[in-house]
């Protein structure tokens, strides 16, 4: 196991919600940039994962990919050195393995499958 776990993955209907979450050991998210990426099913091996988004320091906005705007929210919870992942109103598009990424440390957590049905 690595420093970042991510849970919370599952199967749902489209229209619904699941999130996500990206708990660390050994490092600390807390007041860093950190981010989701999500690799779809069937991609050739080699194919950059799909970025997301992007919690950023304290004072800095979150960023979010125009897929996903206005239905995900990252956040974080310094207490638990957490960052999750909301996403509301899933689309079959959005299933995928999400990915949580550290850019300080560079580390890659092990990813969570997200399948959501039509």
């Known amino acids: 196991q690595g420093p970042l776990v991510e849970s919370g993955g599952g199967l749902v209907q489209a229209g619904g919600s699941l999130r996500l979450s990206c708990a660390a050991s050994?490092?600390?998210?807390?007041?860093?940039?950190v981010a989701w990426y999500r690799q779809a099913p069937g991609q050739a091996p080699g194919k950059q994962r799909e970025?997301?988004?992007?919690?950023?320091?304290?004072?800095?906005?979150?960023n979010y990919a125009d897929s996903v705007k206005g239905r995900f929210t990252i956040s974080r919870d310094n207490a638990k050195n957490t960052v999750y992942l909301q996403m509301n109103n899933l689309k079959p598009e959005d299933t995928a393995v999400y990915y949580c990424?550290?850019?300080?440390?560079?580390?890659w957590g092990q990813g969570t499958q997200v399948t959501v049905s039509s």
């Open positions: 970025w997301v988004a992007t919690i950023n320091s304290p004072g800095l906005p979150t």
């Open positions: 990424y550290f850019p300080k440390d560079g580390v």
């Open positions: 050994g490092t600390t998210l807390s007041f860093n940039r």
